[in-house]
């Protein structure tokens, strides 16, 4: 079984966007066996807390239900997941910091990496902004988790 976890700043918008897209298609092609998926933040602010109602609103619009409370990255992760994706750099750069061993490093992608058209770009950070950038965050996770399902999925 492939695992992977998404990770943002606060695990209220980007990262479990991400998480309820992907599990929705593990779902819908029963994919449990093969493929588990999670999400946390690596800012304490916002932890214990549900996602952001905005981003539960967008993907509500697309089909998608956010069932979600916000956790904290563990190091412990990095022995538990197969594949660690940030969302942007800054996330990618500080996961690299806490990890120890080049092996752990290795886990460590951009969510874009598993594209080819997005390959290396950032996921943008909705929160300051409007309902437009929750519904384009919606798009890329769309793309991420189609390319995550079509490379490990069958």
Same mark, same amino acid.
């Given at each position: 079984? !492939?695992? !992977? ?10 990262? +479990? ?17 093969? =493929?588990?998926?999670?999400?946390? /933040? ?5 932890? /214990?807390?549900?996602?952001? +109602? ?40 500080? =996961? ?5 061993? +080049? ?5 460590? =992608? ?13 996921? +943008? ?22 390319? !995550? ?6």
């Amino acid at each position: 079984m !492939i695992k !992977i976890l998404f990770v943002c700043l606060s695990n209220i918008c980007r990262s +479990p966007i991400l998480q309820a897209i992907l599990q929705k298609k593990i779902d819908q092609k029963n994919l449990h066996s093969k =493929l588990f998926v999670d999400s946390c /933040g690596i800012g304490y602010w916002h932890i /214990g807390s549900g996602a952001d +109602p905005r981003a539960v609103k967008a993907a509500h619009k697309r089909g998608y239900d956010i069932d979600h409370t916000s956790k904290l990255f563990h190091t412990k992760f990095f022995q538990k997941f197969d594949y660690i994706l940030a969302v942007d750099n800054e996330i990618k750069s500080s =996961l690299k910091e806490l990890a120890k061993t +080049p092996k752990e490093r290795s886990k460590i =992608l951009l969510a874009t990496d598993f594209t080819d058209e997005l390959k290396g770009t950032e996921i +943008p950070d909705p929160y300051l902004k409007d309902e437009v950038a929750f519904d384009k965050v919606i798009k890329i996770s769309e793309q991420i988790s189609d390319s !995550i399902i079509s490379k490990f999925g069958v």
